[in-house]
């Protein structure tokens, strides 16, 4: 989308040129050079971008964020030109997760990164990168840790580690991997040498700051001027909006920033309810999905919501921001204790996803989504797939089929339900769905056989119960 | 352009009123389907349209428009559609200094005024050319949206008296039509937006108001439409009309259906 935007023709929008409908209008900025690559197909020549794919809804180009369980509930991945947002969790512990695995995957794709922050340099954010998983050594361990999704028994091969398929098979390790999403050990740093074969730009505010301004003062505050004239400048520098007739680009700029908002930018909107410039998180955000939408780069922003005092600000960051993602931590919430959420550190929550040259988007069925981030890895999963889990070790395999239904959300609830409850009062419990009537036949896919160790503890004597009134059961 | 929607408003490409200001306001949900349904009706009613796209880029709805049967380059190229891109014009504005002055000039500006240079820009692309013969039937301002003037630092009084200029010369002076979109904000107290919403619904003759619904989310219901027909300028000795469709966007179209009738539920 990106290119195609660069393309859009020449027509200016200055008061001038709109009476006049030729196509030479001249603006200030012209762009003379050769376009950014593609100017009006997003088909073949933009693919051979590494790290990229084209979207398999519109056609639009996409990069991984680091996380290919996000990648998959954004609809493939982050679209290049667009925003995306990341409220921190309450103590930033996850959030600089994301970002850092972001950055990660540009470094292993071979994309440029730019990486601003107020409050640490650059250099050191990209020294704790942490390390992808890409030889056959760290599979193994890989294998215990994979996202547990319960696909249906069709997939013979891999039933429990079946993103396992996923994986590359790789055996060196080099800068430039042609795969779309890794995975990424978060107990180990990224190799040094990675980090210094690729093309980075550190923003770090205190630096900056000290140099005087040039640019006539308006409602930003100085730090984020400063910031998108950075941005402006690597953009325009290094030719990913296709204006520099030097620089023929074909890569992606990655733009990551952090704890934008926070009062070490010089903003006070986390500190004062009606402050002095309240609108220039706003703006800046505005230009910056600007610059962004004609120039090939993709940003993350994390954003510490929960200290912004006036809601107005989020509800409007939110609009103006494409992909917005909300990470809440149980740490010190009574959520900790709850059992529904055991083994989660946190939930995610997808606040927004972007329509892009399309009516529609591709808004994933599933909401209630928690992370976790267990020893190395940081998967994200539906948190009912707990809640099953600790329903199947308190009734029989039989069942299994009945409650896995993840794909319809307890649509057939009702089903779920009532066969439970008839399990209870049927003397051979194999047979309890036999008691529900349902509209379309249902297929066993367990053994049907109950095995008595892991049966329902209701009985003492070891012998089911006769139910009065029900319907007679053949032994 | 949808069909459905047209029976549901009860006009034509061919025969549509004049003179009037439609509302569109969305609330917990995208209302930019209707955005895209303007553009291509309009379009299609051989209507000369000036869209202030402070949204979205000109690709995007050049890319949605031909799902609609529209092609915006052509008809940019043709005279029929002058288009500001308002993400594209606050890149310029914002590097580099301009000798006249541009529609977004207040994103320079430290307290944002007025928004006369806009109104400057949107005068001078729909006011009628001199050539002899008629080639459009009748001007149409489309702005998407109207919150995004907020966020960038606007007064809500300020866009207002931008709406009112608006609407006295296309509305009224060119006998054209205009068509806004204004995010309702709902729960949380955005009080210049809601001063905006109030003070432009109370001067229009259409409103339509995509909802989300009350239940949350569903994949085959995707929200809920209302529409309702105003007469501003005359007593409402009669009640003002109003209606309430659901509907579920698809890729090329989208349809409506009383509530509680999607074919998914039935």
Redesign the interface.
């Known amino acids: 989308?990106a290119a195609?935007?660069t393309?859009?023709?020449g027509?200016g929008?200055?008061?001038?040129a709109?009476?006049t409908?030729s196509?030479s209008n001249v603006?200030?900025?012209q762009r003379r050079g050769p376009r950014a690559s593609g100017t009006n197909d997003s088909g073949p020549r933009l693919v051979s971008i590494a790290g990229t794919r084209p979207s398999v809804r519109?056609g639009q180009l996409l990069v991984s964020t680091g996380l290919p369980a996000l990648d998959q509930l954004l609809g493939g991945g982050l679209a290049i030109?667009t925003v995306l947002l990341i409220e921190e969790d309450k103590y930033n512990i996850y959030s600089p997760l994301l970002f850092k695995c972001f950055l990660a995957e540009g470094i292993v794709n071979g994309h440029t990164l730019l990486v601003a922050s107020a409050t640490e340099d650059p250099a050191n954010i990209l020294q704790e990168l942490p390390a992808p998983l890409l030889d056959d050594n760290s599979k193994k361990e890989f294998d215990e840790d994979v996202y547990n999704h319960k696909t249906p028994e069709s997939n013979i091969k891999m039933k429990i580690a079946w993103r396992y398929q996923l994986l590359p098979k790789m055996e060196q390790i080099g800068p430039v991997s042609s795969r779309f999403g890794h995975y990424y050990d978060a107990s180990k740093r990224i190799p040094q040498e990675l980090i210094e074969a690729s093309n980075w730009h550190g923003f770090f505010l205190p630096e900056k700051i000290s140099s005087t301004l040039k640019v006539?003062?308006?409602?930003l505050t100085p730090g984020y001027i400063k910031l998108?004239?950075f941005i402006?400048n690597i953009i325009y520098e290094e030719g990913f909006d296709g204006s520099n007739p030097q620089k023929k680009q074909r890569n992606v700029l990655r733009i990551g920033i952090q704890n934008l908002g926070s009062p070490l930018w010089g903003d006070d909107i986390c500190c004062a309810e009606n402050g002095s410039n309240s609108?220039s998180l706003?703006?800046f955000l505005?230009?910056l999905?600007?610059?962004l939408?004609?120039s090939l780069s993709a940003c993350i922003i994390t954003m510490p919501t929960h200290l912004i005092q006036n809601?107005?600000i989020?509800?409007?960051v939110t609009?103006?921001s494409d992909t917005v993602i909300g990470l809440e931590s149980f740490i010190g919430s009574e959520r900790e204790t709850n059992p529904l959420y055991k083994d989660y550190h946190g939930l995610i929550h997808i606040r927004q996803i972007p329509?892009?040259?399309?009516?529609?988007?591709d808004?994933s069925?599933v909401?209630d989504l928690a992370f976790k981030l267990k020893r190395k890895l940081f998967t994200i999963e539906w948190v009912q797939d707990n809640y099953l889990r600790q329903e199947r070790n308190i009734y029989p395999p039989g069942f299994s089929y009945l409650l896995k239904q993840k794909d319809s959300a307890w649509g057939e609830g009702s089903l779920q339900h009532s066969t439970f409850l008839m399990s209870f009062l049927a003397k051979a419990t194999a047979f309890a769905s036999r008691l529900v009537r349902h509209s379309e036949p249902l297929k066993q896919t367990g053994s049907g056989r109950i095995h008595q160790a892991a049966g329902p503890r209701l009985w003492h004597d070891g012998r089911r119960q006769e139910a009065p009134g029900l319907l007679g059961i053949p032994p | 352009m949808f069909v459905e929607l047209n029976n549901l408003l009860n006009t034509t490409p061919d025969r549509a009123e004049q003179g009037k200001l439609t509302l569109l306001c969305d609330a917990k949900t995208d209302g930019s389907f209707l955005v895209h349904h303007f553009l291509s009706f309009y379009l299609k009613a051989n209507c000369k349209v000036c869209f202030v796209a402070l949204f979205q880029s000109f690709s995007h709805y050049n890319i949605v428009g031909q799902k609609l049967g529209v092609n915006l380059t052509v008809a940019r190229e043709r005279g029929q559609l002058v288009f500001l891109e308002g993400l594209k014009s606050a890149v310029d504005v914002f590097f580099q200094t301009q000798e006249e002055p541009h529609p977004l000039q207040f994103l320079r500006e430290a307290n944002a005024g007025n928004l006369k240079p806009l109104f400057e820009f949107v005068r001078e692309a729909l006011k009628p050319v001199d050539s002899g013969e008629a080639r459009w039937t009748y001007p149409v301002l489309l702005v998407d949206d109207l919150s995004v003037l907020l966020s960038l630092g606007m007064g809500a009084v300020a866009v207002l008296d931008f709406i009112h200029y608006c609407r006295a010369t296309v509305c009224w002076e060119l006998k054209g039509n205009m068509v806004i979109l204004v995010h309702d904000s709902g729960d949380v107290e955005d009080e210049e937006n809601d001063i905006l919403l109030n003070g432009v619904s109370h001067q229009s003759h259409l409103i339509l108001r995509a909802e989300g619904l009350a239940t949350g989310f569903c994949r085959d219901v995707h929200g809920q439409l209302r529409i309702l027909w105003r007469r501003p300028s005359q007593p409402t000795a009669q009640r003002d009309q109003s209606l309430t469709y659901q509907y579920k966007i698809q890729d090329k179209s989208v349809s409506f259906f009383a509530k509680g009738m999607s074919p998914a539920v039935l």
Not at chain 1, 13 to 16: C, D
Not at chain 1, 355 to 361: E, G, V, Y
Request: with cysteine.
């Open positions: 989308m195609v935007a393309c859009g023709s027509a929008t200055t008061g001038s709109v009476a409908a196509k603006t200030s900025f519109n030109g006539e003062p308006c409602s998108l004239q402006q609108h706003t703006k505005y230009v999905r600007g610059l939408r004609t809601k107005t989020i509800a409007r609009n103006l329509r892009l040259n399309n009516l529609i988007c808004e069925d909401k």
